[in-house]
């Protein structure tokens, strides 16, 4: 069982800055890939961006060139640096892991951007 905490999620106004963390309980180095996810009320949740075991990233269209995905093998922890924030980008975001096929979530942390 691979237990994750987000963290650094907070207020900020439209066009400021965040870092979320999400801390492991094991190597990362261990698993196959991470992921950032977001969600809305009302709404399933989005993938915003993704790093697999060799370092490759993916982001969704919209947080391309805002968002940046990586990690800290010596802290177990992957970041996610979101500047140029928008209203749009309010949600509780969520890290998910996938280990052998198998998927782990983190509870959330709730960024909400203000104008």
């Known amino acids: 069982q691979v237990q994750l905490v987000e963290s650094g999620g907070g207020l900020v106004q439209a066009g400021g800055s965040l870092r979320l963390s999400c801390a492991a309980s094991?190597?990362?180095?261990?698993?196959?890939?991470m992921n950032w996810y977001r969600q809305t009320p009302g709404d399933q949740r989005q993938i915003v961006a993704h790093?697999?075991?060799?370092?490759?990233?993916k982001y969704i269209g919209s947080v391309k060139g805002r968002f940046t995905i990586s990690t800290d093998n010596a802290k177990n922890t992957v970041y996610l640096q979101m500047n140029s924030l928008k209203l749009e980008d309010t949600a509780l975001y969520y890290c998910?892991?996938?280990?052998?096929?198998?998927?782990?979530w983190g509870q959330g942390t709730q960024v909400t951007v203000s104008s």
């Open positions: 998910l892991a996938w280990r052998d096929g198998e998927p782990f």
């Open positions: 094991e190597s990362i180095s261990s698993l196959d890939e």
């Open positions: 790093i697999n075991s060799g370092g490759d990233t």
